[in-house]
């Protein structure tokens, strides 16, 4: 038997095995089963003979004598039989490598044939331990000589793919030796793959700064796959997003149509990233630093989004087209929604309501749109971009909101004013909010409010300083207003509270509810909403309904005699519209209410409802009001005139109508 392992670097390669059929190749190998004679000489020495594929029915697919007396010296001169029993005495497949192929895969190295640029006989002049046979040195060189001398040794041809082999066999071991092999494979052959490879050896071990530059090179080589760009984007959200914004335009350009969807990822890693560095800022108590880098936040998408996302063209619909975006709007939001859709529809325009889970279908119907109206909407990205492609083709944006939710001086309250209904992390959660409405608003044309305070706060905000003001409207109540005293002469209080609202012995207003019911046994009150009261109304609880978040207000409002309404005097109060005030002057009934400039701008106090702006104004107004049913009468017939003159549907129509024609289609850019 010849001693086929005296020249292994040459063994198997430029001559085919005596005996070698090629019929009998492919019978047993379907996967060559249509290759001619030749082209099977070939296949099998290319890959059959590492791979150990057998062509005789003596043959045992997997085992390559060989291969086996390469790696057994001891067995050199050993027959294919006694090599194949002493290799199934080992363990077969389960014990050593029966192939090349086998035992590349078993050191982990992504080759097809033993590597000609590793230069193992010099290797095995350094480490005589390792001299055994070849193999046995290239696995001592991935054990311990490639971080002693794997920069020093002369590597032969095919260096970078050897290398690039090694550092993956690294790399899957969570190896630092990786990036070195890497970098070596790069030296001898700097191809993108080759520095795509190292880039992300980089970042796995936490050297962004470095993965970046390989990043950043690459995309200013126009090297710009999306599997380039991902890598970029991993990068930068670790260390520098300006840098991958500057490359990312024309970069994206490469790849389109993936361009776009990868454009609307990059925006949403950055301002997932950008949005935890915010919040630990709020951890910190570090408020205006977490506002500003959210702003910064927020304008970096717009800025991507612009450049790197198509606009479209506009089209010019038969009817005038209103977008509307909203979602998860409390019950007064939405009741405003559902009036102005209607309101659009009586002033002859379509409309279309979509919510943030259809925002994409919304951005898609921008370009046949009269106007878009963004309400209560936080600076998603999605809405972001949405924003983006309106202004880009000159579809004028209303950013609308019925409560203060956009100055962060005023809104949320501080955490202490909820009295330890909400813990820390709530309030984070709305003081990101209120970052994210007013950083909506600063993207959109024009402000939309149901009252000219809060419309001042907006003007300060929106993109053109301008905001409309359109009224809250309610139909008036069918019918006579006039309805049956209570039996016995009741005197039926009502109080209605949006938001989770305490009243208390020391608050004016509840001293003031406590006084008439110690005085009046007539004096029955009714709350409905989040009002809560403390123990001192406890030893009238017989003459109290709490009906909690009625989902119908209305009739237990319909059979009170006295609406009460109020306000804790902030300006965020001041900016509210009217809303308890009207629900009751449409069924004629009177309200005393806390003094806002907000009733004071649209109510004359004493005529159409009576204002309270301390103590005594409570005190002195509850006790008037239950001792007169005349004036009672009196304030409710006029608060149901003045409804009926201001806030009819068609006096907002007009404020609405003014709006819309007000605004100016511009130039899509």
Do not use: K
Not at 364 to 378: C, N, Y
Not at 407 to 415: F, K, M, N, T
Not at 447 to 468: K, Q, W
Not at 511 to 536: Q, Y
Request: charged share 25%.
């Amino acid at each position: 038997m010849p001693d086929r392992s005296a020249d292994p670097d040459r063994a198997g390669l430029a001559c085919l095995p005596d005996g070698f059929d090629p019929q009998g190749y492919r019978d047993r190998n379907p996967g060559v089963a249509h290759l001619p004679d030749d082209e099977a000489a070939r296949h099998y020495r290319a890959v059959g003979r590492f791979a150990g594929l057998a062509y005789r029915p003596d043959q045992v697919a997997g085992f390559d004598p060989d291969h086996f007396r390469e790696t057994h010296p001891a067995f050199a001169h050993a027959e294919d039989a006694a090599c194949l029993d002493a290799w199934r005495a080992q363990g077969g497949p389960d014990g050593t490598p029966g192939n090349q192929t086998a035992h590349l895969r078993r050191l982990g190295l992504s080759l097809a044939g033993y590597p000609a640029a590793f230069p193992w006989r010099s290797y095995t002049r350094l480490y005589p331990r390792a001299a055994a046979h070849r193999w046995a040195a290239l696995a001592h060189f991935l054990d311990e000589g490639f971080a002693e001398v794997g920069d020093h040794i002369p590597y032969g041809e095919g260096a970078a793919a050897f290398l690039g082999a090694v550092a993956d066999h690294f790399a899957n071991r969570h190896h630092p030796a990786a990036i070195r092999a890497y970098e070596l494979a790069v030296a001898h052959a700097p191809s993108p793959a080759a520095r795509v490879r190292l880039a992300e050896a980089y970042g796995r071990a936490g050297a962004w700064s470095a993965a970046l530059d390989l990043y950043d090179d690459l995309l200013a080589q126009e090297e710009g796959d999306e599997a380039i760009l991902r890598g970029a984007l991993a990068a930068a959200a670790a260390r520098a997003w300006p840098r991958l914004f500057a490359r990312l335009p024309p970069a994206l350009a490469r790849i389109a149509p993936a361009g776009e969807a990868f454009a609307r990822d990059v925006t949403e890693a950055y301002f997932a990233e950008r949005g935890r560095a915010v919040r630990a800022l709020y951890t910190e108590g570090r408020r205006e630093e977490g506002d500003a880098l959210l702003a910064e936040a927020v304008r970096g998408v717009a800025a991507l989004s612009a450049a790197c996302l198509p606009a479209g063209t506009r089209a010019d619909p038969a009817t005038p087209l209103v977008l509307i975006l909203a979602d998860g709007l409390p019950d007064g939001a939405r009741h405003r929604l559902e009036r102005t859709v209607a309101l659009l529809g009586g002033l002859g325009h379509a409309v279309r309501v979509f919510d943030l889970g259809t925002v994409r279908a919304f951005e898609a119907a921008l370009p046949e749109a009269r106007a878009a109206i963004v309400v209560r909407m936080p600076a998603w990205p999605t809405v972001v971009q949405a924003l983006v492609r309106a202004r880009r083709l000159g579809v004028p944006t209303l950013y609308e909101t019925d409560e203060l939710t956009i100055d962060p001086r005023l809104a949320p309250p501080p955490l202490p004013a909820f009295e330890g209904r909400i813990g820390e992390r709530v309030h984070e959660d709305l003081v990101f909010g209120v970052a994210l409405y007013r950083a909506a608003a600063t993207l959109c044309d024009h402000g939309l409010a149901p009252t000219r305070a809060l419309a001042r706060h907006l003007d300060r905000v929106v993109a053109t300083g301008r905001s409309f003001v359109v009224r809250d409207a309610a139909a008036p109540e069918p019918g006579p207003r006039h309805r049956p005293q209570g039996p016995g002469g009741e005197v039926r209080l009502f109080l209605h509270a949006p938001r989770t609202t305490t009243l208390r012995a020391s608050d004016p207003a509840g001293a003031a509810l406590l006084g008439a019911l110690r005085r009046e046994p007539r004096v029955r009150l009714v709350t409905a909403g989040f009002a809560i009261l403390d123990e001192a109304f406890a030893p009238f609880a017989d003459r109290i309904a709490e009906l909690g978040p009625a989902p119908d207000r209305d009739a237990a409002l319909r059979d009170s005699d006295l609406n009460i309404v109020l306000a804790d005097g902030s300006e965020a109060e001041g900016c509210l519209s009217a809303t308890g005030w009207l629900a009751a002057a449409r069924l004629g009934i009177p309200t005393l209410a806390g003094d806002t400039p907000g009733h004071r701008e649209a109510l004359a106090d004493g005529v159409d409802v009576r204002l309270a702006a301390d103590a005594a104004g409570w005190e002195d107004g509850l006790a008037t009001l239950v001792a007169r049913p005349d004036l009672r009468a009196a304030i409710g017939a006029a608060a149901a005139t003045r409804a009926a003159a201001h806030h009819s549907h068609e006096a907002a129509a007009d404020d609405l109508r003014a709006a819309i024609e007000s605004l100016r289609i511009g130039t899509p850019r």
